[in-house]
């Protein structure tokens, strides 16, 4: 493979990288702050893709489509959360994760009746025409897809460290018993974090239409964020965007390396390896432990 | 806690065994077909409900089991020319040997990790089957060679008694097993991790067995819609497939063989009514489960409980809900 | 004298009725006819398109009239592009709702599961959408295909096409791993070799649902072929023909006929410019071709609420594959069953509803009933027709002799 080869192949998977580590980071807000895991947040991701295009049809300019379906993404967030979870938050485990999963259906299902099934596009905000630089070329959709994903790690980043509401955030996650006695407010923590994460999500459904194109299946790629989660261990932030980043190389790689037969086994296998030893992932400390 | 055996029951279930194959040799062959494969779906659902139920652990791979079961029974009979009695049953083992596996690494996580690592296992099952295309047919599917004994090709109703027989097995032989040392190490590994091994317990390898066991009803499962449908492909055994199971413990009733016999039953008799509007089955089969999990997720035997046997208003198996 | 005629025939019928056996699927003022395909799942544009084509078809027939004074009654099963549930939904139209006649708008996929049991049950079997082999070969008395034609036909019509046309000699293939792309990738490969002595300088796979063609882009690239020829589906066609554009791969590229279609330019936009293919119906939706325009003015009339994309290629399809049906069982005549149906399709030539369709023909040796393609380009954002025939006869026909 010569270097050229492998630097095109490493920016490939970098950009589709900056989706997994979106989604990665969309898992593990909420989970760190009520140790709920959302298997629907795959369907999150098609909502605002199908937002998007809806927007666009309508004309908007870029910026404004963006706001928006970061918007619609923290109000659907809110509404999940308070209908659907807040019912069923201090129910097991298993209830949680079948619920999840079933919201998530339900959201295709949604989409899938109202849209039908053709695919659709969007355009990326810098158009197709590919930047040459150093004999390498570089989709603009991707860097600018790598860019937000890095402002917004740091953003959320900064948002635990800084703010009061995540201070509270990571409060929670230690001991709700405790932050309830320190005066936070549990549950406007919780609509909070499902907020930041669905916008979040759905942000990632508008950056990824113009690359993968818009139909109701893209919920798929929520595996591929799961698995960045687990690498980056359920609990550091800055982990699940390096594990999203990760799975987005070893895709790439594991595509040219193994042929595409095989290659889908790659993220699978690698997750199973990781669940039996080294659950943590490589960043995670352990488990956060449930009410 | 352990139910008492009770004779009675088992003849109730003699004399059902024997009414519903009455009144199926006087219908069509199309609803014999369907109560067929409810008969299938309320095999698959007991093993699961052994399994996240009665040993508390989440799967979401339970139709990889049926796959496994479907596969190997139908190729062991289409490459070695076994045939179904012996075919399927191998495939059950195949699958419980598989479900051991399975089980071994993953009956050390809880939560989520084994919902992950049951969801991989999973995908990797489908890949597998996709992959290997020459063996299995891949996306394309696997015609199954049809069903016979001494030469003569089982009709639809031949069929039928053999699903109804070995229904009539597994719901005689779970109830049974709940009943017995086996049933009440896997409810109190569920109960109480802790005080089960300080009771001298291991969690693990009641876990395993829990794997095994529910594994194993899966792949009788399989092996039997194979025959019966005669032709298989990966996605009948996907993640669909999987949630679909799910819906119809948590629908029926989590921990209890009653619950299972339940869930599959009513919920396989649902597209059925659906079909004037199945373009939205899959949205009311969602939104069904959703409505469950929420308002009743101790299942629809709960109510029967509550309405036939008032003074218990919860049998123990009801209580502490797997994770 | 003609109404005196059907009376009698028509009193005779009923006398007769009661005689022998009923014929399934046929009272005296019904028809019964089902259909199925995928309406749930990804490849549900393909069934929603199909039965609302075909059940607009029926509405006009049944408006104008009936056949032959029977109205047509429609049942339709969802397959969701599985074998296993298109068995299913055959066995119960052909057991439950006791239908006449079974047509399948699924595709290739979900079809198979269902030959064999149309096969063993004799009830007609007219598939209009997919191209599995097996329909048509080996040759079933009760197994008709419409719309698509043979597999090896497009094979025969992409060699010719990428050997002439182009005139191209390094042709690189990629190919999904479901059954219709991979046959259709087989078929040209094999017709390149025996026609052209020519081998393809690439041949790579890639899962239908990937979302990055990198690498087999990659291995393309290294080949330098002169054309880029992509059997799969439109998500996937849209995102390959983007990513070459970005890896600087100019070489044009020739899609599969199920590509050819609105969908793909909906979904690859500008990387579509110039792509080729074949097209099994004369105008795409979007065509200003007057007739187009009226028919997809009837369509909107009847499905006003449909979302973007439709109608699409499969309406067509279905809407002038019913209609080939439905004049097959007027030429049959009062006396309607399987064998005086079969019949009349058999004596049907060069038969098509209108301009928006194509002609089928079929005859008692063989049930194909398309063997004509249109090529077409993608020009500003819309499919057009492209000059050029054929030169060479299909070798296909040549074994049902």
Redesign the interface.
Known sequence: MTTTLALQLAIAGLSVGSIYALVALAIVIPFKASGVLNFGQGEIVTFGAYAALVLTQLALPYPIVLACVVALGAVGGIAIERVLIRPIVKAPEFTLVIATFAIGLLIKGAISVRFGDSPNTIDGPFGGEPIVAAGLRFNPTSLWIFGCTLLVTFAVIAFFRHTRLGKAMRAVSVSPEAAKLMGIRVDRVYRWSWAISTAIGALAGLLVAPLIGINPEIGQLILRGLLGAVIGGFTSIPGAVVGGLAVGLIETFSGVLIGSAFKNLVPFVLLMLLLVFRPYGLFGAADVQRV | MSEPRRPLGTAIGAVAVVALALVASTL????V?LLSLAMINVIAAIGLNLL?GNSGQ?SLCHSSFMAIGAYGSTLLTAKLGMPFWTAIPAGALLAAAMGAALGA?AS??????L???T???L??VQ??I??F?DLTG????L?VPKASLAGARLSDYARFLIVLGCCALAIWTARNLLASRVGRELDAVRLSAPASQALGVSLQRVRLTAFALSAAYAGVAGGLQAIV?????P??FGVSSA?RQ?TFI?VGGMGSVAGSVIGAGVLSALPEALRPV??????IY??I??LF??FL?HGLVTLWQRGVRGRDAALPARSG??? | MRTVLLAAGAALCALALPLHAQQQGVTADTITVGAHGPITGPAAYIGLAGRDGMLLAIKEINTAGGINGRKIAAVFEDDGHSPTRALAAVKKLVEQDKVFVVMSVGGSNATVGAVDYMKEKGVPYYVSIASAPQVTWPHAKNLFRGGTTETARYGELYAEFLATYYKAKRIAIMSGREEYPRNEGDATVDKLKTWFQTAPVARVEFNIGDKDFTPQLVEVQKANPDVVAFFGNPAEAAIAMRQAKELGLKQPFFVGSNMVDPALVAAAKGSSEGVMGFSLIPYLPGSKAPDMTKWEAAWKKEYPNAPAGRPNNFDLLAYGDMYVLAEGMKRAGANLTTDSLVKALEGIQDYRVGSVATPRTFSTKHHIGNLTLVPMVVKDGQWEPVQWTSARESDILKRYN
């Open positions: 069509g062959s199309y609803p077909y996240t989440i690494p050390r996580l809880r939560g989520i990790y919902a992950l690592a969801l991989g296992f995908q990797i890949i597998l996709e992959e295309a891949g996306v394309r599917g015609s449908v005669g032709f298989i492909d996605v009948e949630l799910i948590v199945k373009e939205y089955s899959d949205i969602t939104a489960l959703l999990l929420i997720p809900a797997p994770s």
